[in-house]
């Protein structure tokens, strides 16, 4: 079965560095979201991207945060100055059909800063 | 947005007993999902369902959206079932799927 893959599994980083996730949708897929779970809370949905354009994104989704797809195959997160509270598990995730498919998760990358 | 709860919090089940978690959702949906988020925190896809009946092996799965309501039902629950079900819905005309705090299953042998 296709898969949504990350990398990397893991990263810990300095408050302040800069972090890029990067992520592989499935490859037929056109709609790619991010989300985040901070440990032991819900998953929280960050951002959705559709033809090389954000579609939606929460509050979660400030300035610091950024999308790309830089081609035709990764899709990435990028946090420019990292805090504390960014410390979570960063999912990817990616469908065919936009809202009214299933959506696929990947396994996630956590994030520890420090 | 929507509003997504789900019940209960916990459970703990004996090794082959049955259970129904549920999902309720304040406004109507064109998609839902059912997660299971194993102890390594991978999010498995268990059901898409927007309305209606399905089954997979020992689950299965019932979305009234008319009554804005979601069960997921385990039979014969095994340890490996053990982590957290979230239930997810979309929201009519949003691509973001709305989790709700999700039930948090123990199953002991």
């Known amino acids: 079965e296709p898969e949504v893959t990350q990398t990397p599994s893991h990263q810990v980083t300095q408050m302040g560095q800069e972090v890029i996730l990067r992520c592989v949708p499935i490859?037929?897929?056109?709609?790619f979201y991010w989300y985040r779970q901070i440990l032991g809370q819900k998953v929280e949905f960050l951002v959705s991207?559709?033809?090389?354009?954000?579609?939606?994104k929460s509050e979660i989704f400030d300035d610091q945060f950024s999308v790309e797809r830089p081609d035709g195959s990764n899709f990435t997160l990028k946090i420019r100055s990292t805090k504390l509270e960014d410390s979570a598990m960063y999912f990817c995730?990616?469908?065919?059909?936009?809202?009214?498919?299933?959506?696929?998760f990947g396994e996630g990358s956590w994030l520890t800063v420090v | 947005g929507i509003q997504v709860e789900q019940s209960p919090p916990d459970l703990i089940l004996q090794e082959g007993a049955n259970s129904t978690l549920r999902c309720n959702f304040s406004?109507?949906?064109?998609?839902l999902q059912w997660f299971h988020q194993n102890p390594w925190g991978q999010l498995i896809n268990l059901f898409y369902?927007?309305?209606g009946t399905k089954q997979n092996g020992r689950l299965s799965a019932t979305t009234v959206a008319t009554e804005r309501y979601s069960l997921l039902y385990i039979s014969s629950s095994q340890t490996t079932d053990s982590g957290v079900y979230f239930c997810?819905?979309?929201?009519?005309?949003?691509?973001?799927?709305?989790f709700g705090k999700g039930t948090k299953l123990s199953v002991i042998p």
């Open positions: 995730a990616s469908t065919g059909r936009g809202s009214g498919n299933t959506i696929y």
């Open positions: 490859s037929n897929h056109l709609y």
């Open positions: 991207f559709y033809n090389n354009e954000i579609s939606e």
């Open positions: 406004d109507s949906v064109n998609n």
């Open positions: 369902i927007p309305s």
């Open positions: 997810a819905p979309t929201g009519a005309g949003s691509y973001q799927l709305t």
